[in-house]
């Protein structure tokens, strides 16, 4: 998996907020996702097997302390103001990589 910095490809410099690190993508990482969205979980865990040769676990519930990537649905009313009905929210750290979405559009 490369690297590299997105910021310039979004139509906005204010949707933006670049930090320092890097997630590492290694077969022990888990995908965990809020049940409205299994199906899609799943199907990102069979994109990376062949892409990796990881085997991803896949579990609905809450984010492990591992190394982790969750998909998640919010039904806070600012996010779906905020994302409308496909926008969505990605947040990466040294541990994980979050999703979060108002719907599964």
């Given at each position: 998996i490369v690297s590299r910095d997105?910021?310039?490809?979004?139509?906005?410099?204010?949707?933006?907020?670049?930090?320092r690190g890097q997630f590492t993508l290694t077969g022990r990482v888990v995908i965990v996702a809020d049940a409205g969205v299994r199906a899609q979980a799943r199907q990102l865990a069979s994109w990376?097997?062949?892409?990796?040769g990881f085997d991803?676990?896949?579990?609905?519930?809450?984010s492990p302390a591992g190394a982790h990537i969750a998909l998640r649905l919010?039904?806070?009313?600012?996010?779906?103001v905020a994302l409308g009905a496909e926008?969505?929210?990605?947040?990466v750290t040294p541990s994980a990589v979050t999703t979060s979405a108002a719907s599964m559009r």
């Amino acid at each position: 998996i490369v690297s590299r910095d997105w910021s310039s490809d979004v139509c906005s410099s204010d949707l933006v907020t670049a930090g320092r690190g890097q997630f590492t993508l290694t077969g022990r990482v888990v995908i965990v996702a809020d049940a409205g969205v299994r199906a899609q979980a799943r199907q990102l865990a069979s994109w990376l097997g062949p892409a990796t040769g990881f085997d991803l676990a896949v579990r609905v519930g809450p984010s492990p302390a591992g190394a982790h990537i969750a998909l998640r649905l919010s039904r806070a009313k600012a996010d779906v103001v905020a994302l409308g009905a496909e926008g969505y929210r990605l947040k990466v750290t040294p541990s994980a990589v979050t999703t979060s979405a108002a719907s599964m559009r």
